[in-house]
């Protein structure tokens, strides 16, 4: 029997979004959503919220689920880097294979996580598995055009090559080998490919609004 343990990482002090894991979504929070969408899935044994908010573990409590009380240093982006983060949250929550599962990817569902994890468990040839959504764009860095040559004509959007955009949805690996890596993925990891209406990603108030419009539409319409 594998043992996976989904993770949910949230802390107080969101710089771009005021309160951005509990704002209201749904019939509850992100928080409170994210963790009865994981309660759904039969792959997970267990679900842990780690956080350095009382009132984010609180809620956690009360949903039944396990808590980590984080230490502040790893939660202010300033005085520990994430590698010492994600090492400090897996050395202290327990499990064979750990699935991080942020929860400001609201439309993420109980059916992708399930997906993900049996492709996880029967994958020989990936260490890790990463979510992530296709992308077909024209790219410019500083020096110009990457992913196109600019002064060769135009090029139709659907023949530009095959690129993805890593979003946090799910990342799930070894728990000891998160430990190793300092990281939640490793080497060579499986890109498991989500439609991009469903991997919205909240990082500002644009992509909240654009979130709850589309959970409306799509669940309470």
């Not at 009360?62 to 050395?91: L, M």
Request: aromatic fraction near 10%.
């Amino acid at each position: 029997m594998h043992n996976i343990t989904a993770l949910i990482p949230v802390r107080a002090g969101s710089r771009r979004l005021k309160n951005k894991n509990i704002l209201p979504f749904g019939d509850s929070n992100l928080l409170i959503h994210k963790i009865r969408q994981l309660k759904q899935v039969e792959g997970i044994d267990s679900i842990v919220v780690s956080s350095n908010s009382d009132e984010m573990l609180q809620m956690a409590k009360d949903e039944g689920v396990e808590v980590h009380k984080r230490e502040e240093k790893y939660c202010d982006e300033i005085s520990a880097p994430f590698s010492e983060v994600v090492k400090n949250i897996c050395q202290n929550i327990e499990g064979e294979h750990i699935l991080w599962a942020p929860c400001v990817t609201p439309l993420m569902e109980p059916r992708h996580y399930d997906e993900a994890i049996r492709i996880y468990l029967s994958d020989k040839n990936h260490d890790s598995l990463v979510s992530v959504k296709k992308f077909k764009e024209y790219l410019w860095d500083t020096g110009g055009s990457v992913n196109y040559d600019a002064g060769a004509g135009h090029v139709p959007s659907q023949n530009l090559p095959d690129m993805w955009v890593v979003f946090n949805g799910i990342f799930l690996g070894r728990r000891e080998d998160m430990i190793q890596w300092s990281y939640w993925l490793g080497k060579n990891p499986y890109k498991y490919e989500v439609d991009k209406r469903d991997a919205i990603d909240i990082d500002d108030e644009t992509d909240f609004e654009i979130a709850k419009h589309l959970y409306k539409k799509k669940f309470l319409s």
